[in-house]
């Protein structure tokens, strides 16, 4: 599996764009810059979806929201098993709800 590499600048892929909207090919823009045709694409398809020329997708800013959400997510779903956790040793120590094992 080729190793991953570090995001191009937003700069960059701006530029990269405004050359695909002034006409050059994307074919052309791979050969002459290192992203790929298709990473060029997915750029183009990206910064139309943006400023609202096409609608098959999420924008930046709704993928930026999606993925703050998805982590907060995430965080909340731990703390609820740390506090659940706790709750039942707690529990457990108070002798509130008897132990698990069934020794009878």
Known sequence: MPKSRAPYPAEFRQQIVALAEAGRTPQELAQ?????????????????????????????????????????????????????????WFARETDSVPPKSSSS
């Open 32 to 88: 002459e810059f290192e992203p790929s045709e298709q990473t060029i694409r997915t750029w183009i398809k990206q910064a139309e979806i943006d400023v609202g020329k096409r609608h098959d997708g999420p924008t930046s800013d709704e993928k930026r929201e999606i993925s703050r959400l998805r982590k907060e997510v995430r965080q909340l779903r731990l703390e609820r098993d740390i506090l659940a956790k706790a709750a039942a």
